[in-house]
């Protein structure tokens, strides 16, 4: 025992309690003295009481070792998990300063210097003192990170502010360049709401595709604009040569006039009359020419007009095409965000209700699991054909996101808009739409809130998605407003 577990420093007291519980073991001992008098009277004495004395002190020691070790092992299985902990630990902090906090501090050596040491410390620290010292680095380095953090974010902030400043600079400046306004309310968008990276990366690709688009078409414009204007010089020449034919025809009918009046001889006179109606024909021939070449221009610079236009209005719709959704051709958030500002300001001006409503298509998950996106694709677009067809011109379908659509209705209060829900509702259950060769039928549920008078809008679409979850939780397929929320 004391080979095996002498450096225990509970052993001590564990050999106090070893001691306590001889007590039993010298009970099992008188026991057996009792078994080895049973046994003697049918054996010999001498040579039976060896073997069960033999047999007695065996059992003994066997008794007491077995004891020992079953309070000494726990302590052993103890130690060896507590070890593992340790390993663990260390290893997920030093996972944590490798791939967490170093990679974050590239533009700062020094930091980054002190975290490498640190977490070389943390492989080779074994001792109490040792981790000790660690941690002070570790609680210095971290609050001077803290501080670096902190002012970065502040740096973030104020480059908002001047980009802020500078895309309402510019929103002014080209408040009439459709070409500009869309890409413009892109930027004030995001940069008005909390970052997202996934945003800006989405409106980024889009913003590249309608530059890309723009660049091609702007390339055609120009060379339409300087057709164009080739048109009107050549025009310009032809009116001129005309008047110059007219004055030299001016001047010869002058001349035939003046010769006329000095002459009563016949033969001359003919003479005047066929040389006046060579240069009438040659001025007729002009005219007629130069009235051709006029008809011809002004055909072109029609067209060249014509074509501007169109080239223009591409353009305009480019623009405007970051406000749309490219599966549904709705709205999308972005232009939600437009439509929204201008249908509040109306409705504050005028005092009118303005209802909004939130739809989510019931059971779409199951919908792509079983059929596949595409047809969740054809779903989305068979709700947003059917809305379009179903509510009023001066209403707005937009996509907000995934399954969710919003829908603004101006002068429509909570009431009517159910109405007009409701009304979607079975619009929808009576037109399929096919998927991978199957009729399918989909339905909505659907929250509506009232816009109060200068509240933002995420407070109004919040409460129309907790109605519409609401919805939900009492079946689908149904309409609940926010006024069913106070109750619930």
Do not use: C
Not at 310 to 319: I, M, N, P, R
Not at 413 to 432: D, G
Not at 466 to 476: C, D, E, I, P, V
């Amino acid at each position: 025992v004391l080979i095996n577990f002498g450096n225990d420093p509970e052993l001590a007291n564990k050999l106090t309690n070893l001691a306590k519980s001889w007590g039993s073991v010298e009970a099992d001992t008188e026991a057996a003295s009792e078994v080895q008098s049973v046994n003697s009277r049918e054996l010999s004495s001498e040579s039976s009481i060896k073997p069960v004395a033999s047999d007695t002190g065996s059992s003994l020691m066997q008794k007491v070792d077995n004891k020992l070790s079953g309070m000494l092992k726990p302590q052993e299985d103890d130690t060896k998990q507590l070890h593992e902990t340790f390993q663990i630990l260390q290893e997920v902090l030093k996972q944590t300063l490798n791939h967490g906090l170093i990679p974050r501090l590239d533009g700062y050596p020094e930091l980054r210097e002190e975290a490498y040491a640190i977490a070389l410390l943390t492989e080779k620290a074994r001792k109490l003192k040792d981790w000790q010292f660690m941690a002070k680095q570790l609680r210095a380095l971290l609050m001077r990170v803290e501080l670096v953090g902190a002012n970065e974010e502040g740096i973030k902030q104020d480059l908002l502010k001047l980009l802020k400043l500078l895309v309402s600079n510019i929103s002014e400046l080209v408040s009439d360049d459709q070409w500009l306004r869309g890409q413009v309310s892109t930027v004030q968008t995001i940069i008005s709401s909390p970052l997202d990276r996934v945003q800006i990366q989405t409106a980024e690709k889009s913003l590249k595709e309608v530059i890309h688009k723009q660049g091609l078409i702007k390339h055609s414009l120009t060379e339409a604009k300087n057709a164009f204007k080739q048109m009107i010089s050549t025009f310009l020449d032809r009116l001129k040569f005309m008047a110059d034919t007219s004055g030299n025809y001016q001047g010869k009918i002058e001349v035939y006039a003046e010769k006329l009046s000095e002459t009563d001889d016949i033969v001359k006179i003919n003479e005047l009359l066929e040389s006046l109606m060579r240069d009438t024909h040659a001025m007729q021939t002009d005219i007629v020419r130069s009235r051709e070449a006029l008809l011809h221009q002004r055909e072109e610079a029609e067209s060249s007009q014509e074509k501007i236009r169109k080239l223009q209005e591409e353009l305009t719709l480019l623009s405007e095409a970051v406000r749309i959704d490219q599966l549904t051709g709705i709205l999308n958030r972005r232009g939600l965000d437009d439509a929204f500002v201008a249908e509040a300001a109306r409705a504050s001006r005028s005092g009118s209700p303005l209802t909004v409503a939130l739809l989510d298509i019931d059971n779409f998950k199951h919908l792509n699991d079983t059929y596949g996106h595409d047809v969740g694709d054809i779903a989305l677009k068979h709700l947003a054909d059917v809305v379009k067809k179903t509510i009023r011109p001066t209403d707005v379908i937009t996509r907000l996101g995934g399954e969710e659509f919003v829908i603004l209705l101006p002068d429509t209060n909570i009431e009517e808009a159910v109405i007009t829900m409701t009304r979607l509702q079975r619009m929808l259950t009576k037109a399929y739409f096919l998927g991978n060769n199957e009729r399918l039928l989909i339905t909505f549920s659907a929250g509506v809130a009232l816009y109060r008078k200068e509240e933002e809008q995420a407070a109004v679409i919040h409460r129309a998605d907790q109605a519409m979850y609401l919805a939900k939780r009492s079946g689908k397929n149904r309409v609940m407003t926010e006024k069913e929320l106070t109750s619930e």
